[in-house]
């Protein structure tokens, strides 16, 4: 520790008159600029590519694990300066191991920055970021990545990769589970609140931690939904749709951003200076560090965009990708490149200036063991803090489909309840995929949320399974059940019920990374399970657990009352009880359009009009239409039902200024119990310099009324919400006729048209 002491006193002296100039790629002035450069100066050109360099732990992957990657070399490495960040290294003994390496066995002792997948929750696992999206409570939102900062921190992690805020509209993709849905407006609201609650007003507190902006940029266009597939997009969706939510998040103050496996404009994301170099680290003078994905640096091979590691190393850091997870191509190619003069050394300096700033704004330079403490390790994780908010976060992201004949809430007692489903009695399901830290069989299932209530009598069956799994976060063994043997048990409890609840949908790993379907039916024979047990009882309330859209047009067209419950985490079965029995009344809101069928995918509501948009007469064929099916979703975005009902009245639009207008309406409670609901505004520029959608969600306040209550509601829209970008990625807005739209989903209907 003396020697590291004496560095670090050599650097508190070079802090006091080292002047170094600024270069101009960092033209934003950090109050630790020059202890950065202090550092930098005491470096070697490989101590300095070590910064750049990022392992994975010596036994969790997150990735195809590499070939040649031992932890013998990477232990080496460690030891020589030449590793800047380790992930998959968690719990304060593993970190304090590896931190203790960087920091006392090296020359400079430069911390490690310790990356984690904290994508919804740490070990407690809160629902999946689809779900809580369906909240559109930012504040719970944010309060749920600040709870997961809080425990991941205490084991440790300093930074995670998260929030992912690629917007997507084909919920054929695994990773829609992962993100916020099909709206950038949502979307981008939703960024800013994940970014600020993992790292709160105060980076430098051993409770925060660093957030990653991903994956930057256009992973969730992937073709015909195909994870890591082409991107074709135009210039109109790259700065409309997918970027804005990045933009968001950058001007959250995220300090990390991840790129992304895929190509976009025929270039690898990695290997992109347009997208790394010219818009984020110069238009938004991005001031933080992009990690490349797991190898993407080497991907770039694969693409036929480098013929080698080599050149993989060249292209990507001569293009912005900062840091190179797990390609180990930075560790062996810069040092050579640089002698060749293929990579200035000024740009390795720069990606290394950006590391070491987040570094100390991280508080690693003053105290790197900071996030290694037992004691607080014991007292956070999955404390009653932890529990309480996944659970209120769990509640909130629940959305009602439908619920004809009012068959919830549930009545207390005196009912025979059949519960069916394999799922109804999972207990890691539940917890979703992009859950490492969780814990399998952590979960409340539904059965033992239910079994909370005394007063009614419960039978339970499991019918048939969702997908026989060995699954695991790395590894899938395609068994698809077809054993319908559990039918007959299932059929004879739901005759002897007066209510049936089916839990049905997707096994927990479905649904996530390199878990793309073909398909959205039901897996496996659950749908013929439904259909079994709908033959014997209609009284059936389907509880859905799944991490996608999925196309469940029978069910729609039959069962009386869906629940949409996602995979709501740890707490899972005691929230959906909650909401079954009528203790939380359902406020959620789709944060992404259901298709009857996956032939409609990509399927969305913020969609073009097209020359033909309509039917011209009976019959006619030459409109955007299918023959053998409708254009509507199921079910739309934003919409989502509660136990009582809203009324949307007395709309006045009036302009304020140029690029300003004020949207004034009444919202009511018209039922018998307090309730929220989620009021959407929505546009329609309806003539512009280039095509616009025939909506667009640039408002919504979520709002508890009493049952008889009215409440005027007012939200001004200016040039950020009326404005677009062109082509040339400028953001224009152009006075006009627009159409402003209000109500409980994007198929309000009530209007006004107004000129501006
Ligand atoms: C994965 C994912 C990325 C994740 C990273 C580290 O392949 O694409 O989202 O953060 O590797 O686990």
Redesign the pocket.
């Known amino acids: 520790m003396l020697k590291n002491a004496y560095i670090l006193t050599l650097i508190s002296l070079f802090f006091a008159c080292n002047t170094s100039e600024k270069d101009s790629s960092t033209a934003t002035i950090s109050p630790f600029d020059q202890k950065v450069d202090s550092v930098l100066n005491l470096m070697t050109l490989e101590e300095k590519i070590g910064q750049m360099n990022q392992y994975s732990g010596f036994w969790d992957a ?2 195809p694990a590499p070939k040649d990657g031992s932890a013998a070399k990477k232990y080496e490495h460690l030891k020589k300066g030449w590793v800047g960040s380790m ?2 290294v968690r719990g304060v003994e593993n970190v304090k191991a590896v931190q203790k390496i960087a920091v006392e066995e090296t020359r400079l002792g430069i911390p490690l920055i310790i990356g984690f ?1 904290v994508i919804h929750g740490y070990e407690t696992i809160s629902p999946i970021p689809l779900a809580e999206s369906a909240s559109w409570d930012l504040e719970a939102i944010q309060k749920s990545a600040s709870n997961a900062a809080q425990e991941a921190a205490a084991a440790g992690i300093n930074w995670t ?1 998260a929030p ?1 805020v690629d917007i997507t509209r084909d919920a054929r993709w695994g990773r829609v589970m992962e993100g916020a849905g099909e709206d950038p407006y949502l979307g981008s609201k939703i960024a800013i609140a994940r970014v600020q609650g993992f790292q709160g007003e105060d980076l430098s507190s051993e409770k925060t931690i660093a957030a990653c902006a ?2 930057f940029a256009g992973y969730g266009f992937a073709e015909s939904g195909k994870d890591y597939n082409t991107v074709d997009v135009n210039h109109s969706t790259l700065f409309n749709i997918i970027l804005p939510p990045f933009k968001a998040a950058e001007e959250a103050g995220a300090r990390t951003f ?1 790129n992304s ?1 895929n190509e976009l404009d025929a270039i690898p994301a990695t290997g992109n200076g347009f997208i790394q170099r010219d818009i984020l680290k110069g238009e938004w003078d991005f001031q933080g560090f992009v990690v490349s ?2 190898g993407s640096i080497n991907e770039m091979i694969a693409h036929g965009y480098a013929k080698d590691s080599k050149h993989a190393a060249e292209l990507a850091v001569n293009a912005g990708s900062d840091m190179d ?1 797990e390609s180990y191509a930075y560790v062996e190619h810069l040092s050579e490149l640089v002698k060749e003069g293929k990579v200035e050394e000024k740009t390795i300096d720069e990606a290394v200036r950006r590391i070491l700033k987040v570094k100390f704004e991280l508080g690693l330079f003053d105290n790197p063991y900071k996030y290694c403490d037992e004691v607080r390790e014991k007292e956070t994780i999955g404390n009653a803090q932890m529990q309480e908010g996944v659970l209120d976060m769990a509640k909130k992201s629940i959305v009602l489909l439908k619920n004809e004949n009012n068959l919830l809430p549930l009545k207390r007692e005196g009912q025979k309840i059949a519960i069916i489903g394999a799922l109804a009695n999972d207990k890691t399901s539940p917890l979703g995929n992009w859950r490492l830290a969780g814990r399998d069989g952590t979960a409340v299932s539904f059965l033992e949320g239910m079994q909370n209530y005394q007063g009614n009598q419960i039978t339970y069956a499991k019918g048939a399974d969702v997908y026989t799994e060995p699954m695991t976060f790395a590894k899938q063994v395609q068994i698809n059940t077809s054993d319908r043997s559990g039918f007959n048990e299932a059929i004879a409890n739901a005759k002897q019920a007066d209510v049936v609840i089916m839990v049905l949908g997707e096994a927990g790993l479905q649904s996530g ?1 390199g878990r793309s379907r073909a398909y959205l039916d039901l897996p496996g024979v659950q749908q013929d399970l439904l259909e079994a047990v709908y033959a014997v009882n209609k009284n059936i309330v389907l509880v859905l657990q799944n991490g996608r859209p999925l196309a469940i047009q029978w069910a729609h067209e039959h069962i009386p009352t869906i629940l949409e419950a996602w995979q709501l985490g740890t707490q899972s079965g005691n929230a959906i009880a909650q909401v079954v029995y009528g203790d939380y009344n359902p406020s959620g809101k789709l944060p992404m359009s259901f298709p009857k069928h996956v032939g409609q995918e990509p399927i969305y509501y913020n969609y073009k009009n097209t020359g033909r948009p309509h039917e011209p007469s009976p019959d006619e064929v030459f409109w955007s239409h299918y023959i053998d099916e409708s254009n509507a979703p199921l079910y739309p975005f934003g919409y989502g039902l509660s136990y009582t009902s809203f009324e949307y009245s007395n709309l006045k639009v009036e302009k304020i200024a140029e690029a300003s207008l004020k949207v004034n309406f009444d919202l009511k409670n018209v039922g018998e119990l307090k309730g929220k609901e989620v009021a959407q505004v929505y546009i329609r520029d309806l003539v512009a310099s280039i095509t616009r959608p025939v909506k667009e969600l640039k408002g919504f306040e979520l709002i508890e009324l009493n049952a008889g209550e009215t409440k005027s509601i007012e939200i001004t829209l200016s040039e950020n919400e009326l404005g677009f970008y062109n082509n040339e990625g400028d953001f224009v807005f152009e006075p006009g006729d627009f159409q402003i739209f209000v109500g409980g989903s994007s198929e309000a209907s009530l209007n006004q048209r107004i000129e501006l």
């Open positions: 997150t990735g992930i998959n997948d990769f992912m991903k994956h991840m496996f994905d797991w997870m990374e």
